[in-house]
T-cell receptor
Framework: GAGVSQSPSNKVTEKGKDVELRCDPI?????LYWYRQRLGQGLEFLIY????????KSGLPSDRFSAERTGESVSTLTIQRTQQEDSAVYLC???????????FGQGTRLTVV | AQSVTQPDIHITVSEGASLELRCNYS??????LFWYVQSPGQGLQLLLK????DTLVQGIKGFEAEFKRSQSSFNLRKPSVHWSDAAEYFC????????????WGAGTKLIIKP
């Protein structure tokens, strides 16, 4: 597509429920990133996919968080048993390589009530 | 540990006035430095980046930034702001041990007075 697409744009969920966030990167971009942006804070790195290499999951805050990507296509970020502190905007970005030219989606605003 | 500091949470300037947004970083070598803008309802967009060479970097939308090693700063400037520049601005630095991870400042929200 023309840009990075994320869905849904907004998600309200009850505490304890699982949520799945989707990212559709720019076609041909081998690198894909997930970030979390809490209100009034900078971006927190969550996970990085590069082609068929093993992903860098070092930023995932707990084992409730997981992400998948098949090849160089769509990625899903799953949060299990959501907690109120998971409320944030989740941003996805993709690039041809490295972080220098990453293009960002508009994000998914997650609210856990 | 590496860090990025944007000292101003909010800045208000009049339309047509000049702008400077501050960014300071901690790093052991010449860093890769970035400025991004996040407009309401839109994704983050890269304004400009510094890797090496000329310390004054030109970006999109009339923005520029100057890398000052002695001050560990990478301040963003624009000579004359427009109402459409109202947005949140983020400074970021590349991590020393990674070619793909960035460390982000907390952002500065720019408010434009008519």
């Amino acid at each position: 597509g023309a840009g990075v697409s994320q869905s849904p744009s907004n998600k309200v969920t009850e505490k304890g429920k699982d949520v799945e966030l989707r990212c559709d990167p720019i076609s041909g971009h081998t690198a894909l990133y997930w970030y979390r942006q809490r209100l009034g804070q900078g971006l927190e790195f969550l996970i990085y996919f590069q082609g068929n290499s093993a992903p860098d999951k070092s930023g995932l805050p707990s084992d409730r968080f997981s992400a998948e990507r098949t090849g160089e296509s769509v990625s899903t970020l799953t949060i299990q048993r959501t907690q109120q502190e998971d409320s944030a905007v989740y941003l996805c970005a993709s690039s041809l390589q490295g972080a220098a030219e990453a293009f960002f989606g508009q994000g998914t605003r997650l609210t856990v009530v | 540990a590496q860090s990025v500091t944007q000292p101003d949470i909010h800045i208000t300037v009049s339309e047509g006035a000049s702008l400077e947004l501050r960014c300071n970083y901690s790093y052991g070598a010449t860093p890769y430095l970035f400025w991004y803008v996040q407009s309401p309802g839109q994704g983050l967009q890269l304004l400009l980046k510094y890797f090496s060479g000329d310390t004054l970097v030109q970006g999109i939308k009339g923005f520029e930034a100057e890398f000052k090693r002695s001050q560990s700063s990478f301040n963003l400037r624009k000579p004359s702001v427009h109402w459409s520049d109202a947005a949140e601005y983020f400074c970021a630095v590349g991590r020393m041990d990674s070619n793909y991870q960035l460390i982000w400042g907390a952002g500065t929200k720019l408010i434009i007075k008519p």
